[in-house]
C-alpha cells in the first residue's frame, strides 16, 4: 500500500512513465520552462515557473503527510544518502537535469562536469519559514560539492547575494529554482531578510506568510 501512495504523488508531481514528457494537464510543460542567468552574480540562474501551482501542492502534501513539521518549534528536516531522500527528491533532480538539457544557453546553468554526475544530488534540506522569519548570509558548508539547487514554495521572498561591494536582490516565487555554481556557489553569500524593509521589489512590499524551502546538495567526495 505504501509504494502505491507513493507512486500516486510521484505521478501527480511528475507525471506518469507512460504520458508525454511535456505533461501539459496542468498548462505546465518542460517547454516552458525559461532559465535566467543573473548576470551579476556568475553561476547563479533562476527559473521562476520551475513546477506548477498542482505539482507543488502535492510535494507539500507529501510532506505534511509524513509529518517532518509536527510542531512550530520544528522547522528544518534534513536528509543524508540517495535511499534515504523523500520518494519525490530523485525524480525532481530528473527533472532539473532534463530542463537544463533542454536549454540553449551558453554556458549552460550547470557545467557539464557537474550536470553530468551521479547522482546529481544526494542530500535534501527542507525548511519552513514563518512571517519574518529568515537566514542569514552564508555559504554553504564545503562538505557539500559544488551544484545546489534551492526550490521554494508558498511565499514570495526576496533572497539577496552579497560579496564584499555588491548586493544583489533576486526574488523567488513560489514554484522558482535557483541553481548555484561556481562563483554563485564559494564566492557570494546569500540570505533571506524577511524585515520589511528588505522584502521590496520593484517597490512594492511583498506580502509574507509560510514558507518552505527545498535545498538539493551533493556531499563532496572527500566528506567520511
Sequence with gaps: MKEEEEKTVLEQVFGSSSSDESDSS???SDGER???SISEVKGLWLCSNFLS???QSHILASIQSQNWFPSPSVNQAMRFGLQHLPSWAPPLAHS???????????PPPFPPH???REPLFDQMIANVYQPGEGICAHVDLLRFDDGIAILSLESDCVMHFTNASLSVPVLLTPGSL???SGEARYRWKHEINRS???QIWQGRHL???KRTSITLRKLSPSTP
Design 26 to 28: 496542468d498548462g505546465y
Design 34 to 36: 525559461e532559465w535566467d
Design 53 to 55: 501551482p498542482r505539482r
Design 96 to 106: 532539473i537535469r532534463r530542463s537544463i538539457r533542454r536549454q540553449a544557453h551558453n
Design 114 to 116: 557537474l550536470l553530468h
Design 178 to 180: 535557483i541553481l548555484m
Design 196 to 198: 520589511p524593509e528588505f
Design 207 to 209: 506580502t509574507q506568510s
